[in-house]
């Protein structure tokens, strides 16, 4: 999402604009389908598209630094440790995301792009959630100070998840004991394990950023997340 600076420092309209176009400040932002924010990044210049934004994001930190909890999933028999993200096609074929495939001629590809199309979409709400709910992140920020903008941003994002706990709890969207170890069945195979240890070095944050941009994983995960949709609702 991109946020309109209005009074952007005359020095800096280049960094922050585009041409002619008018600056602005780029929020970076993972949600859930219940409209909750993950994570958030907010200050890139207007100028940078979602690639150069994502290399200077500290989405996948955690992972990188063995801080983030360990997460293990089964899909069409392939055993898979790390959680994936829903993107557009602008992304980098890594193992943490899945993307649209381009020109889906088979009927499996076609369905598997309309439900990942329609999942990525609900996601995308957020943003439009988050400036519904809050003018002053709709309308150009009147401000010069960058750092006063960042805590507006970040003070909307704490009221918003605020907003969205509250709503789930006077109405819960889902069976939490799903999210719990072994399912709501006993039977499930998603389990989320905290980190037992750190990298203790570079190599290990190095091999950590190799499996991160595995394309065969990326590929793979792909082809059976296609398989999965067309078993479940495919005719």
Same mark, same amino acid.
């Given at each position: 999402m991109h946020w309109e600076w209005k009074n952007c420092p005359t020095e800096w309209k280049g960094q922050y604009a585009r041409g002619h176009a008018k600056p602005t400040i780029v929020l970076e932002a993972v949600a859930s389908y219940d409209l909750w924010i993950w994570h958030a990044f907010f200050g890139p210049p207007g100028t940078l598209n979602d690639i150069n934004v994502l290399h200077r994001s500290p989405v996948f930190d955690d992972i990188l630094e063995g801080r983030a909890p360990k997460v293990s999933f089964s899909v069409n028999g392939h055993r898979y440790k790390k959680a994936y993200y829903l993107t557009d096609g602008i992304?980098? +074929?890594w193992s943490t995301f899945v993307k649209p495939i381009p020109q889906p001629g088979e009927p499996?590809?076609?369905l598997f792009c309309a439900h990942q199309s329609f999942a990525r979409k609900e996601v995308e709400r957020a943003?439009? $959630?988050l400036q519904a709910r809050f003018a002053i992140v709709k309308n150009p920020s009147l401000t010069m100070d960058k750092q006063k903008i960042g805590n507006i941003m970040k003070a909307? %994002? %704490?009221?918003?998840?605020? %907003? $969205? +706990?509250? +709503?789930?709890d006077a109405e819960t969207q889902y069976n939490e004991t799903e999210f719990q170890q072994g399912g709501a069945d006993g039977s499930g195979s998603s389990q989320v394990h905290p980190p037992d240890r750190l990298p203790s070095n570079v190599h290990n944050i190095m091999a950590n950023r190799a499996d991160i941009r595995d394309q065969q994983k990326h590929h793979q995960l792909k082809a059976d997340l296609v398989e999965h949709i067309w078993n479940k609702f495919g005719s």
């Amino acid at each position: 999402m991109h946020w309109e600076w209005k009074n952007c420092p005359t020095e800096w309209k280049g960094q922050y604009a585009r041409g002619h176009a008018k600056p602005t400040i780029v929020l970076e932002a993972v949600a859930s389908y219940d409209l909750w924010i993950w994570h958030a990044f907010f200050g890139p210049p207007g100028t940078l598209n979602d690639i150069n934004v994502l290399h200077r994001s500290p989405v996948f930190d955690d992972i990188l630094e063995g801080r983030a909890p360990k997460v293990s999933f089964s899909v069409n028999g392939h055993r898979y440790k790390k959680a994936y993200y829903l993107t557009d096609g602008i992304y980098p +074929e890594w193992s943490t995301f899945v993307k649209p495939i381009p020109q889906p001629g088979e009927p499996k590809a076609k369905l598997f792009c309309a439900h990942q199309s329609f999942a990525r979409k609900e996601v995308e709400r957020a943003f439009g $959630v988050l400036q519904a709910r809050f003018a002053i992140v709709k309308n150009p920020s009147l401000t010069m100070d960058k750092q006063k903008i960042g805590n507006i941003m970040k003070a909307c %994002i %704490i009221l918003h998840n605020m %907003i $969205v +706990e509250d +709503e789930r709890d006077a109405e819960t969207q889902y069976n939490e004991t799903e999210f719990q170890q072994g399912g709501a069945d006993g039977s499930g195979s998603s389990q989320v394990h905290p980190p037992d240890r750190l990298p203790s070095n570079v190599h290990n944050i190095m091999a950590n950023r190799a499996d991160i941009r595995d394309q065969q994983k990326h590929h793979q995960l792909k082809a059976d997340l296609v398989e999965h949709i067309w078993n479940k609702f495919g005719s």
